[in-house]
């Protein structure tokens, strides 16, 4: 069976620092692009960023860049998001998916085909 | 970034109903666009990919249509079970940005 499996949920102080885990099982973890997603209490889904894990490029969207730091580790067919000085606003739950890739006419589609059960962090003091 | 705008952000509706949801973006995205599915308290999940195509083992009543700018994503005949929240998003482009959502809940 496909599917992703995330790591449990983080309590964690201001400032401190944090690296949850995403292992993906039952697929070739190296072929397929891994995206981190965030959703924050009652809100919406944010794209952080994605990697492929066959040569660890990593590319973040604006808001995230800088933040967080995503990582691959290809023995463990594990991704991971970290944060070297976590805020209050991080909290959230974060979610990691695969990305499928279909090539249709010469063009080629990105999707999130299989998701993690979610990370939920809390930052609080 | 190219942004993606969903109506209406909150829809009721009966069982049976036909329902809309519409999503365009800031720019062209050819048919770069994926709607899912999140049910409370649970993982968002893929329903149509690439604009009109349904992921293996969504029902049928679950249609999307689109390419360009303006998206739509129908569903004929609601079910109990499809009372959730929608979300498109565009892979056009990184960073692959999402819809605000559309709340689906019984009238």
């Known amino acids: 069976e496909v599917q992703l499996v995330q790591s449990g949920a983080a309590v964690k102080k201001p400032g401190e620092s944090l690296r949850i885990s995403c292992q993906g099982l039952g697929y070739m973890f190296t072929g397929f692009w891994i995206a981190w997603v965030r959703q924050m209490p009652g809100k919406g889904l944010e794209w952080v960023g994605i990697?492929?894990?066959?040569?660890?490029?990593?590319r973040y969207s604006p808001s995230f860049q800088g933040q967080v730091t995503i990582t691959a580790d290809r023995s463990n067919k594990t991704a991971y998001l970290q944060w070297s000085s976590l805020k209050a606003s991080d909290t959230a739950m974060y979610y990691c998916?695969?990305?499928?890739?279909?090539?249709?006419?010469?063009?080629?589609?990105?999707?999130?085909?299989?998701w993690g059960t979610g990370t939920p962090v809390t930052v609080s003091s | 970034d190219i942004q993606m705008t969903q109506s209406p952000s909150s829809l009721s509706a009966s069982v049976g109903d036909r329902v809309t949801i519409t999503c365009r973006a800031s720019q062209n995205i050819d048919s770069n666009l994926h709607w899912y599915q999140q049910k409370p308290g649970q993982v968002p999940s893929l329903l149509i990919f690439a604009a009109s195509l349904l992921r293996s083992g969504v029902p049928s009543r679950f249609s999307g249509s689109g390419s360009g700018t303006d998206f739509t994503l129908t569903i004929s005949g609601l079910q109990p079970e499809d009372f959730a929240t929608y979300y498109c998003q565009q892979s056009f482009s990184a960073p692959y940005t999402f819809g605000q959502g559309t709340k689906l809940d019984i009238k």
């Open positions: 998916a695969r990305q499928r890739q279909l090539e249709r006419h010469l063009h080629y589609y990105y999707y999130m085909d299989i």
């Open positions: 990697i492929y894990p066959g040569d660890s490029e990593a």
